[in-house]
Each structure stands twice: as C-alpha cells, then as structure tokens.
C-alpha cells in the first residue's frame, strides 16, 4: 500500500467532475477511474465523493472488496490507523464460533496434539492460496479442475490423504513433513476434509477428486493382486488418471439391492460382459475409471471398469456447478476382466456397505463444516449491516437465530468428534459393525442441522441471500446445495431407520 498520508481537508477537495476521492477505515482511495466500472452505478460513488465513507461501504461489502481494488488506494489520513482487521491467507478466523473449539485459543481439546496442528496450519494455508482461487473460478465457470491442481495435490500427498489413514501414507510426502504417515489418524483425516471445504463452493467441493475419496477405497480394501492394486492406487494418487465410485442408478439410490446393472461372464470364464446405466455419479464425465456395482448370477458384486469402447459419460445438469462432472453412465456390452472383481463375486454388497461408512463420516465433516462457515458469515453480516438506524445483531430475534445456528454447528462437531475418536480405536471391520448406525445418524443429524441453518441464514440476510454474487452468494450457495448432503451417500431417512436398526439389535431380549 502507497505510503503517501493526506488531511480529510484535502480528501474533501476530491469531489468534482474529475476527481473522485473518498476515505474508508482510514485509508484514501481515488475511485475517478472506477465510476464506470463500479457494479452499483456512478451516483453512488459521487454520493459520497470527498467524505469518510466506511460506515456506507462496509453496510453493503466485505473487506475482500477493498484487498481486490487494492491499486485505487492513494495513501492513508494523517494520524489515523486502520480499525478494520484483514485476514490474511492460512490465519484462523476472529469470529467467535467462526473455528472449531480446538482452534479457539482460550479452549482445550483432547483429541489433538501437535501434529493435528502442524497439518491444519499447513493446510489451511494450502487451501487459501492454492485451492479457493479455483474453486472459485471453476464454480462459476463449470470448467472441471484443472490438472495443475489435481498435480500440487498429488505432489503434497493430499489425494493420499482423502481416503483416510492406512498403509498407502507410509513413507509419503505430506505437505513438506506436517504430519508422518505412519501416525496419520482419523483426526488427521477429519482436519483435510473440513479445510478443504472452506474453498466454499459446493460443486467443485464434489468435483476436486470426491470420486477418489469414496470409490478407490474399495480398490485399496478389496484388491485381489497387490501388483494390480499398487498399479491403480498409483495412477490415481499421481494424478494421472481419475476413478470415481458407480453404484446409484435410476433404478435404485439408497435401495442399492435394487441395481440393474448386469455382469454375465463369457464362457470362457476370462471376462464379465456389462450391460446397465449409472446415474449421478460424482466425476464420472472425466473419470478413467468406474468402481461399479453390478449384478451377477447370484447376488452383487464390484467390479473396477476402465473407460473404454462401450463406455459413455453424459453431463447431468444439477443444481450446483457443472465443475462437479456428475454424469449418466451406459455401459453397452463392456468387457470387463475376471482380475477387476473387488471382493468376492456375489458378495459384492459387503464391499459397497464397508465403503459407506468413510464416505458418509466425509460427507458429514463437510456439512458441518459449511454449516459453521455459513455461520460465521451471519455473525460478520449482523455486526456490520445497519437496519432501522442500528447494527442488525442489536435485534433480539437476529440473536435468537444465531444462537439457534452456533447451538447446531457446535453440538454436530461434538457429535462428528466423539465418534472419530472411537474410529481412532477400532480396526476397519469392528467399524463396519458398530459404528454404521452412529455414523448414520451422525450424518441425518448433520443435515437436518443444514437446514436449519439455511433457512436462518437466508432469513438473516434477506434479499441478498437470493444473489449469486456479492454479500450474499455463500449464503445463496449454501441454500441452493445442502440438500446435496442430505440425498448423497444415503438420504437421512434411511440412514436413520439404519441407526434405529442397528440400536434395536443390541436390545437385550427381556423386557425392562
């Protein structure tokens, strides 16, 4: 910034025709060249041409504005300092309830030491500087993730770390030495999913390898040849080739017994013939390829399909940003080798049901991690928007709604933490059998809480809340893709009948 300083006497000589100067948090900006370009008009500048503007720029922007038109700023008052605080990329936010309770400093946890800190630190600035910038343009654009990212991904051991801790993190490179590999836990998986999120933007949440997270699993648990297996996870992890997980058809979403899809072995016994349709499958226009749920002679199973002849990905206009690849799927008498079966033919659904557990405690750390995100933005929004001559948090039923929304994220991280820690201390399969249910509920709990959230967020915002750009966009974002969350991986009423389930089978037989 110009280290140049004025009087507010000779800022208020700026007010003509052709010249428009104005001050805001102390700072003195020259907007002549703006008038044009500026998105609320010229008026609106010359409305306040030569005088302290920050109270009326700060009832309508952010601070980010002003850091985007860094180069209008001339200089600063004399004797003034700036009052407004900046974020700058990798810092924890000042927002009360803006972070977790562990990255609150006056706050103890006892769920992470200094590793967890290391990895958080490093990652949060990772995402600022690396990640948003994309995530914003792809957003809006529809454009899918570039290569570019998907390779500084690779390079510091992020697509490692979305699936979670295990044996394909020893001895690997993570974010220059964060956190080793060997002692990458469950906490340590939660931390990535939640920064990431904070790319705020919930297509290319989705469209930055989520296909990855919830479908090479299954290669890297149900892989029958170690050579095969250490091939694929390879391509993927480098980046050079991208997977995504084909279970859900038009036929059948949460009923996933219910799939159509076929896989008829020749009679040579060599390949599997497939036949079927796939639909909404996350990253499936750009994947090479396709961990599928098919039907055999005698149940389910899941077979990891490359794209090729008799393969076609369709582009499926959702609600939010195409930059998520979400596609239709046909495979037209695909041939598929027998050494592609995950798992055991016809006992397919245990593959698919182990996998649900990570996916659905994935989808649950981003939901939560939102709903906090879309909170902060409504404790920022009501401490500085004026209504009716005074701040909007100096009204009862705005605190009322806050309190409501903080109630909801805090209680949901509580939740999210308690059953992470239980997965730090059981082995995959002990997972599978007691923490199916919990992770259910967790993840019906997550999004029933969304909801509410939204709808007190659009509340509190008004109009703005219906914009795609400016002060409201993470709001309208938010509002027009939580349900994302509550239909993916398992709509919330079945993952509740599940968690009800599976409580009513540890009932004890007698009465009580």
């Known amino acids: 910034m110009p280290h140049q300083t004025f009087t507010r006497a000779e800022v208020a000589k700026h007010k003509t025709e052709d010249s428009i100067w104005l001050i805001i948090d102390s700072k003195v900006y020259d907007v002549t060249d703006f008038l044009d370009a500026h998105p609320g008009g010229e008026s609106v500048l010359r409305q306040v041409a030569g005088t302290d503007a920050t109270d009326a720029f700060y009832n309508l922007h952010r601070q980010e504005v002003l850091q985007k038109y860094s180069s209008l700023c001339l200089g600063t008052l004399e004797g003034e300092k700036s009052q407004v605080i900046e974020q700058k990329p990798g810092e924890l936010s000042v927002v009360p309830y803006g972070e977790p309770t562990w990255l ?17 630190k490093a990652l949060r600035e990772f995402v600022d500087t690396e990640v948003y910038p994309v995530a914003q343009e792809c957003e809006k654009s529809g454009k899918h993730i570039p290569q570019e990212l998907i390779d500084k991904m690779a390079k510091n051991g992020v697509l490692r770390m979305r699936l979670g801790p295990g044996k394909h993190l020893h001895g690997a490179e993570l974010l220059g030495g964060a956190v080793k590999g060997e002692e990458f836990d469950y906490f340590h998986d939660l931390i990535v999913s939640q920064e990431l999120t904070r790319a705020n933007a919930r297509g290319f949440a989705d469209g930055n390898m989520a296909g990855m997270t919830i479908g090479l699993t299954a290669v890297l648990n149900f892989a029958r040849d170690e050579a095969w297996k250490k091939k694929i996870t390879e391509e993927v992890f480098s980046g050079e080739k991208k997977i995504c997980l084909a279970i859900t058809e038009a036929f059948a979403g949460s009923d996933v017994a219910g799939i159509r899809t076929t896989a008829v ?33 005698k149940g389910l199973s899941v077979l990891l399909i490359e794209r090729q002849e008799g393969v076609e990905t369709t582009a499926i206009k959702t609600s939010y940003s195409p930059t998520a690849g979400t596609a239709y799927i046909t495979f037209d008498n695909v041939k ?3 050494e592609n079966l995950l798992g055991q033919e016809n006992k397919g659904i245990h593959v698919i049901l182990s996998n649900f557990n990570h996916e659905r405690w994935t989808m649950a750390c981003g939901s939560i991690r939102m709903s906090r995100l879309v909170t902060e933005e409504c404790l920022k929004w ?10 909007l948090i100096e009204q009862p039923v705005i605190r009322q709604k ?56 659009v509340q509190i915002f008004g109009g703005r809340a219906l914009t795609q750009t400016g002060m409201g966009r993470t709001i ?8 994302f969350d509550a239909i993916l991986g398992g709509a919330e009423e079945v993952l509740g009948d599940l968690g009800v389930r599976q409580a009513i089978k540890n009932m004890p037989k007698s009465m009580l």
């Open 336 to 338: 598929v080798p027998v």
């Open 382 to 391: 009501a401490n500085q928007r004026l209504v009716f001559g005074k701040k």
């Open 104 to 120: 609150t400093p006056q706050f103890k946890s006892p769920y992470y030491g200094e590793s967890h800190r290391r990895l958080q």
């Open 476 to 483: 309208e974002m938010f509002h027009r893709t939580y349900k």
């Open 265 to 297: 072995k020749t009679p040579d016994g060599k390949h599997y013939i497939v036949n079927g349709t796939k639909k909404w499958i996350t990253n499936g226009v750009f994947c090479d390829y396709f961990v599928t749920g098919v039907k055999t002679d």
């Open 402 to 457: 806050l309190a409501k929304m903080i109630s909801h994220v805090e209680a949901n991280q509580a939740y999210l933490e308690n059953i992470t820690y239980q997965m730090t201390h059981m082995p995959y399969k002990q997972q599978s059998t007691h923490l199916a249910g919990p992770i259910g509920l967790l993840k019906m709990f997550a999004t029933r809480s969304a909801h509410e959230v939204a709808d007190e967020a």
